[in-house]
T-cell receptor, first 114, second 114 residues
Framework: GNSVTQMEGPVTLSEEAFLTINCTYT??????LFWYVQYPGEGLQLLLKATKADDKGSNKGFEATYRKETTSFHLEKGSVQVSDSAVYFC?????????????FGAGTRLFVKA | ETGVTQTPRHLVMGMTNKKSLKCEQHLGHNAMYWYKQSAKKPLELMFV???????ENNSVPSRFSPECPNSSHLFLHLHTLQPEDSALYLCASSQEETGAYEQYFGPGTRLTVT
């Protein structure tokens, strides 16, 4: 089946620290991969995406590379800010008989301290 | 208005009340979704509408009744809810037939059942 596993939180970092949030997936075909972010009191927003192996998605200093050989899509940022405090969701979408299906990970909460 | 809007943003209702949540998307998308987000639980997909037809219903209790009168509007009708139905209800939209299938979320309705 299709599934997404991401590291449990919360993750607590100091400002300017390096961030990695691990995400691995299982899929029966060739999924597209996403990171969404949810700030307090808001809905989810697409942060970045990659649609095929070796693609790198990037946005707002965040990056993730689609690694087919390790079935991973880890989120990284070189220097986090307090404003990056949020919940981060890894997700995949894949075509099945009923159309596209999206599966979300459980989310990882990030706290960044000043 | 831009993106995906949801009203009301907050709702408190008794177990015997009937209320409706409204979602509107201004993106020209042809698929819409209802999700339930509870504390410490993964995001739960409730309903999917594609081209105004319901294509997925993930074993949601009948006290939740969706309605999609056109491709821009989605409602969730609520009646005789239980306290465990208290959660953030998120609406999302997407454009099918694209390769990546990212979803755009509204800010959510925070529902409290008393």
């Amino acid at each position: 089946g299709n599934s997404v596993t991401q590291m449990e939180g919360p993750v607590t970092l100091s400002e300017e620290a390096f961030l990695t949030i691990n995400c691995t997936y299982t899929a029966t075909g060739y999924p597209s991969l996403f990171w969404y972010v949810q700030y307090p009191g808001e809905g989810l927003q697409l942060l970045l995406k990659a649609t095929k192996a070796d693609d790198k998605g990037s946005n707002k200093g965040f990056e993730a590379t689609y690694r087919k050989e390790t079935t991973s899509f880890h989120l990284e940022k070189g220097s986090v800010q307090v404003s990056d405090s949020a919940v981060y969701f890894c997700a995949l979408s894949i075509r099945n008989t009923g159309g596209f299906k999206t599966i979300f990970g459980a989310g990882t909460r990030l706290f960044v301290k000043a | 208005e831009t993106g995906v809007t949801q009203t009301p943003r907050h709702l408190v209702m008794g177990m015997t009340n009937k209320k409706s949540l409204k979602c509107e998307q201004h993106l020209g998308h042809n698929a819409m979704y209802w999700y339930k987000q509870s504390a410490k639980k993964p995001l739960e997909l409730m309903f999917v509408y594609s081209l105004e037809e319901r294509v997925e219903n993930n074993s949601v209790p009948s006290r939740f009744s969706p309605e999609c009168p056109n491709s821009s509007h989605l409602f969730l009708h609520l009646h005789t809810l239980q306290p465990e139905d208290s959660a953030l209800y998120l609406c999302a939209s997407s454009q099918e037939e694209t390769g990546a299938y990212e979803q755009y979320f509204g800010p959510g309705t925070r529902l409290t059942v008393t």
